[in-house]
């Protein structure tokens, strides 16, 4: 029933948002939530336990702070330079020039901290994004992770999402989308990156919620949380505040490689 109930609530969210959407693509949006706590401090300076700054990139209609309270709490409690953008229209456009964006970022955050990488931590589209930047526009030299969060890697069939009221960064992460078929023809975890996909079984937006997992490999680690915690009932929109994902984003950072899983649960 909760789950049935969410489903309406966000297919009337999607509508009336697509409706609202501002102005031509590459516009702004106004800013109208404050930073998450701890992030977007532009005079912290990364320390030697800690010496890759993270930016937070999140999903289609979210904006800087909405969902990120608890992770970026978690990330600046930890010792983390946090820091989150906004980028096209509020996740609305389509998402090469939303990467492009989000390279701009990446490039004003290590001229501000003096670091040599960022690592990336991404929800839904967010993680999807972070994985385009490193494939094609040259993040792989300057990313040391990516944490992606119910991302839509290999799009998802929520009906609305590939519909045609829909928004051009929906239709790409519909599943079977021209975009996806060519991002994931190639090398699906490029680079030295490391990779950590962190997936719930109750989202009920990336359908099926293994579309958030990513090819195994050496440097790759994918999890979904109730492996974890069986009684983590976080969908979609929640998971970047489980206590689960934030202990797994948590672990990826704060270690060489990706994500070991070990000792982590309720």
Known sequence: MLRRLLVVLLTGALACLVALAPGPVGASTPVLDPDPPGANDWSCRPSAQRPVPVVLVHGTFGDRSYGWERMSTALTDAGWCVWSL???QQGTQDVTLSAVELRAYVRRVLRATGAAKVSLVGHSQGGLLARYYVARLGGARVVDDVVSLAATH???TFPLVGSGVSCPACR???AGSTFLRDLNAGD???GRVSWTQVTTRYDEVV???TSGLLA???RTTNVTVQDLCAGDLSEHLLLPSSDVAIGVALDAL???????????GC
């Open 172 to 174: 790409q992460q519909a």
């Open 207 to 209: 359908l099926p919620h």
């Open 86 to 88: 906004e980028y096209g």
């Open 216 to 218: 195994p490999g050496p």
């Open 154 to 156: 290999h799009g998802s």
């Open 188 to 190: 699906e975890t490029p």
């Open 254 to 264: 704060g270690r060489r490689g990706p994500a070991r899983l070990a000792g982590l």
